[in-house]
């Protein structure tokens, strides 16, 4: 029963809607999956699923002139009147026999030379030639998940809120949109959801979108996480050898079948076909695929574009009309793949723009985008649902009701909420899924740390969180915790409470107080771990702390696109703190500690601080100029941009409460930006300057740091904010000072066309970083070092040699990159 009601919602997908269907399969009878069919001379037009399945709007009782076009196969045509609807067209195709006989072939060179010379220089005006449009677009994402296991690091994996079978596979992610897109060169953009729909949830909204979709092989390079170099880039040549594959003709054009082979396999190209039109040089069909090595994306397998170009003989260009793109992944030995259908339609390449159709805006959704019933996908959707996909939407959409009723959710949550045998040592969280609240407890595991003030030191709290809407954009949030350190024998308490308002203009108040230890440097250069393990076995106690106790009131809004306010008043009491232990764990003749007073490392009688009350207060504001940003009723999201830095303007205030000589203004600028240089790899840089007025007395916790780090370890992505061999405090200021850092990772450019070693698939990265201060000669750090360090699929390691140049003498040392520590939170 259940097969024959599934077999009737499947056939009324098309039967109720769609006019012309069928299926398109080959001389075996085996379905092809994403034929393109059009009618002739337009573009309306769909595609075939997986399943070999289409469906074509025709209403009218007229002739009909279909093209079935398939990369590989003969194009069909086939004319029909239809006296009735629906009408059932199944057609088969015949592969494609590509021949040499009509090449004459030089034998000093393959004739696929002249072709990609020629379309090299044909690229500029093909590229021109799509200087503006607007078009309809559709498309639909799906990832697929096999062979879960039950437990990740011990950790329980469960079935993905039921989206996996008995046998440990599913559909993990469906959804689709349809939408109205515009283009003008270089760079404006705009693309209007009408429809989204997510699987399971008719609350969501689809984060498919044509310009993360537009994969050009006109351009020099494509971008996906690295930029590839196309095989028509200027450039191409370097990186490319090609041969002629056949010919075949469409009509009365010659195509060329061009096998594209990658001179060294781990530079960032691709591999497969392309085809190319004789005289137009133009592309007719992509085939090419990359690894997961060459985006720099090690969790990926492979990945393959697929692309379709019809002839537009208004416009005497070929044009794209679909794109697929499928990948495979696998890590912790999760093993999936999955596919991203993309359908233009509706060119028009004489758009009327004017200055209001591009706005920083890339991506909007129409009202109720994502409240369309199936009968309007019934009726809009250009390619076929599979069998698989239709019963991932019938089944998540029927128990969807049930998912989010109370039953469903307190027994989701009576199964996670059952605490372990050691939550009392590493935490437990209890969790109200129906009433939108959780309270969490943090336990002393989770963080045990040591340093010379207060010893071994842990901390356990308590957390609650409240929110207001399924998508968690109205929150509050609360938390307390306890911190104790046996040396010092003293347990110290702070809390928070933060309101998050929405996610759209990113309203934020916090309320924080409490007392603490905190590093002299707020930055906190060192971190807890690292300064733990320094200390232990290397006898360098780096981190320099004092006692906080304060009450803080914080502020932060995006007050318009671009401009995103930060606000903070806080009353603080500061007083100096001393070692207490010296405790190590391999103990050598003498203990080298240093003291507590960065100021001066062997004094352990005077602090660096006197205590001492201010009110502190601070206002800063971040600048990104001409932000591009999407948005939906819910959420508004910024787009990074490479074309403009990012401005940071800061103002800080001191006001003592009893001694005026505490009393104190700084201003800071910083401005950073991450330039893509294409396949010549990124470009970083990260500016800062900054005065004091009426510093000259200030307490040494106000001064101005710089992040130094001397424990040969780095945890960031790159260095653009750090001295990798300076002192933590020796460069200290309360005067004027400005600081500079460089890095350039050249992404395989240098080190992937060296034989041998471009098997490893590393990168070559160069540094500089500069430092000027006005009671001090300037200090400088150049450095070289390899990234992209790692085993098999996790590549989290760097390994740099750094120099530094200060006061007529120069030091060196190797930096040993942890970057997996920063992604922990380490």
């Not at 957390?463 to 949030?477: A, R, V």
């Amino acid at each position: 029963m259940k097969k024959i009601l599934f077999a009737f919602l499947f056939l009324s997908t098309y039967l109720l809607h769609a006019q012309i269907i069928g299926k398109v399969t080959d001389t075996k009878g085996q379905p092809l999956p994403y034929v393109n069919i059009y009618l002739q001379n337009s573009y309306i037009g769909t595609t075939t699923n997986d399943d070999g399945n289409y469906s074509l709007n025709a209403s009218e009782k007229n002739e009909y002139i279909i093209i079935f076009q398939f990369l590989g196969y003969k194009t069909l045509t086939k004319t029909i009147s239809p006296t009735s609807f629906p009408f059932i067209l199944n057609v088969s195709l015949e592969e494609e026999t590509t021949s040499l006989d009509e090449v004459v072939v030089n034998t000093s060179e393959d004739p696929a030379y002249r072709i990609i010379r020629k379309t090299i220089a044909q690229r500029k005006e093909n590229l021109d030639k799509l200087s503006e449009y607007k078009a309809d677009f559709y498309s639909r994402g799906l990832w697929h998940v096999k062979d879960v296991p039950e437990k990740i690091m011990g950790q329980e994996v469960g079935d993905f809120d039921g989206m996996l079978d008995s046998t440990r596979t599913g559909i993990i992610y469906l959804s689709e949109t349809i939408s109205e897109i515009a283009y003008q060169k270089p760079d404006k953009f705009t693309e209007k959801i009408i429809a989204s729909k997510v699987s399971g949830n008719d609350n969501g909204f689809s984060f498919n979108s044509a310009q993360s979709a537009n994969i050009s092989f006109y351009e020099n390079t494509v971008e996906l996480n690295a930029a590839l170099v196309s095989p028509i880039a200027n450039n191409a040549f370097s990186y490319y050898n090609y041969k002629l594959d056949g010919v075949f003709y469409e009509g009365p054009k010659l195509i060329n079948k061009i096998k594209v082979i990658p001179k060294r396999p781990n530079d960032r190209i691709w591999n497969g076909y392309l085809y190319i039109v004789e005289d137009d040089w133009q592309l007719y069909g992509v085939e090419l695929s990359t690894t997961g090595s060459a985006i720099q994306v090690p969790f990926v397998s492979n990945l393959m574009v697929k692309q379709n170009y019809k002839f537009d003989s208004n416009n005497d260009f070929w044009v794209k009309i679909s794109q697929t793109v499928d990948f495979g992944f696998g890590a912790f030995g999760v093993t999936g793949d999955g596919r991203f259908i993309a359908v233009y339609s509706n060119y028009n390449f004489k758009p009327e723009f004017n200055k209001k159709s591009f706005t920083n805006e890339v991506l909007s959704f129409k009202p109720e985008a994502n409240k369309k019933d199936s009968l309007f996908w019934k009726g809009s959707r250009p390619v076929p649902l599979t069998d698989e996909e239709l019963k991932d939407y019938i089944k998540k959409d029927s128990i969807q009701t049930l998912r989010n009723s109370k039953p469903y959710l307190d027994s989701l949550d009576a199964k996670s909420n059952k605490p372990g045998f050691l939550s009392p040592l590493t935490g437990y969280t209890f969790k109200n899924s129906f009433e939108k609240w959780s309270v969490g407890y943090e336990g002393p595991l989770q963080s045990i740390n040591f340093n010379t003030v207060q010893g071994w030191n842990s901390k356990a709290g308590l957390t609650f969180n409240k929110w207001y809407d399924d998508n968690q954009t109205n929150t509050l949030s609360a938390a307390v915790s306890a911190d104790y350190g046996i040396a010092e024998d003293r347990l110290r308490f702070t809390a928070n409470i933060i309101r998050n308002f929405n996610w759209t203009n990113k309203l934020r108040l916090s309320l924080s107080g409490g007392s603490k230890v905190a590093q002299f440097n707020d930055t906190e250069p060192i971190s807890p771990l690292i300064n733990t393990f320094a200390t232990l076995f290397f006898e360098r106690n780096y981190m320099k702390l004092y006692e906080l106790n304060f009450g803080r009131i914080g502020y932060s809004q995006e007050v318009f696109n671009g401009l995103h306010l930060y606000a903070a008043v806080a009353y603080e009491n500061r007083k100096p703190l001393f070692n207490n232990t010296d405790y190590v764990t391999i103990p050598f003749d003498d203990v080298r500690y240093t003291s507590n007073n960065p100021l001066a490392p062997n004094d352990f009688s005077n602090a660096a601080i006197t205590e001492h009350n201010i009110v502190k207060s601070k206002v800063r504001a971040r600048i990104n100029f001409a932000q591009k940003y999407f948005s939906n009723p819910d959420m508004k999201f910024n787009i990074g941009d490479d074309k403009y830095p990012e401005l940071n303007l800061s103002l800080e205030n001191g006001t003592a409460i009893t001694e005026s000589q505490y009393d104190y203004t700084q201003f800071e600028a910083s401005l950073n930006q991450s330039i893509s240089l294409g396949n010549k790899g990124q470009f970083y840089y990260n500016l800062k300057g900054g005065t004091f007025a009426n510093g000259e007395g200030i307490s040494f916790i106000d001064y101005k740091h710089f992040n130094g780090n001397q424990t040969r370890v780095g945890t960031s992505p790159n260095y653009t904010n750090v001295f990798n061999l300076m002192p933590y405090y020796q460069f200290s200021t309360n005067k004027s000072y400005f600081e500079g850092h460089l890095e350039h990772d050249f992404r395989g450019w240098i080190l992937g066309k060296i034989p041998g070693i471009n098997q490893l698939n590393l990168n070559l990265v160069a540094g500089a970083h500069f430092l000027s201060t006005e009671e001090r000669k300037p200090y400088s750090e150049f450095s070289v070092g390899i990234d992209n360090l790692g085993f098999g699929k996790f590549r989290l390691l760097r390994v740099d040699y750094v120099r530094s140049y200060y006061n007529g003498g120069s030091d060196g040392a190797f930096i040993f990159g942890l970057k997996f520590l920063d992604l922990l939170g380490l």
